[in-house]
Structure formats: structure tokens, C-alpha cells
Nanobody, 129 residues
Framework: KDTLLESGGGSARAGGSLRLSCPGP?????????MGWFRQVPGKAREGVAA????????AIADSVKGRFTISLDNARQALILQMNSLSPEDTAKYYC?????????????????????WGQGTQVTVSS
């Protein structure tokens, strides 16, 4: 219970799409006001991709993926989804689902990994040209 397990990673060609998912706030025994997707490549810091305020639906999207990636919860709030379209090789990374119990994350800080205390083990996304 209260574990994050990502699914949906894999390989895609440039221009293609992938959809990642992990358990949503309805699957937790504790309150989860914020959830997000992060990615990391070897030798680089983990970066925020997209985040959502699960109470009100506000979202934050990194500039590098804006217009291509969307974050959402399914209708039952049982799944957090990252829809990735128009993929490029620069999107190749390990993608992590994260959750925060902190209800007071400032809107301009929701993409900061340090604000999240629950993490999945990650799923690899590889985009070929």
C-alpha cells in the first residue's frame, strides 16, 4: 500500500507517443495533494517534467515539454497519467512518478524534486531518431 509503481515506459521513434501511468491519490491511505513526473539521465540532476495539484487540478509543465506532454488524473483518481506526444531523442531518460504529502507547495515550486517525499523506482523511456 502507498507505493508508486510506474508503467508504460519503453521505446518509441521520434515523433511518436507514449503514455506513462502510476497509482493516483485514490490509491493511497494518506492525503496526497501533489503528484508529479520527473526524469533523469545518467550524470545529470533529476528534473521536473509535469506536476498536478490533485485537489484543484492545477498543473505545471516544464518548458522543455510544454505543448507535447500533458499530466492528468483518471476520472476515479486511481491513476496519474503522463501523455507524451511528439517525442524526441532528447526525451530519453528514466521517468519517475512522485507524490507529496505537503499541502503547501508554492505553485512555482511544484516541479522541484525536493518537494516530494514518495518516489517510484522509475521506468525507462528511449526515443530513437
Amino acid at each position: 500500500k502507498d507505493t508508486l509503481l510506474e508503467s508504460g515506459g519503453g521505446s518509441a521513434r521520434a515523433g511518436g507517443s507514449l503514455r506513462l501511468s502510476c497509482p493516483g491519490p485514490a490509491e493511497f491511505t494518506r492525503s496526497i495533494p501533489f503528484m508529479g513526473w520527473f526524469r533523469q539521465v545518467p550524470g545529470k540532476a533529476r528534473e521536473g517534467v509535469a506536476a498536478i495539484d490533485t485537489r484543484y487540478g492545477y498543473t505545471a509543465i516544464a518548458d522543455s515539454v510544454k505543448g507535447r506532454f500533458t499530466i492528468s488524473l483518471d476520472n476515479a483518481r486511481q491513476a496519474l497519467i503522463l501523455q507524451m506526444n511528439s517525442l524526441s531523442p532528447e526525451d530519453t531518460a528514466k521517468y519517475y512518478c512522485a507524490a507529496s504529502q505537503n499541502p503547501n507547495i508554492p505553485q512555482d515550486a511544484t516541479l522541484e524534486p525536493s518537494k516530494y517525499n514518495l518516489w517510484g523506482q522509475g521506468t525507462q523511456v528511449t526515443v530513437s531518431s
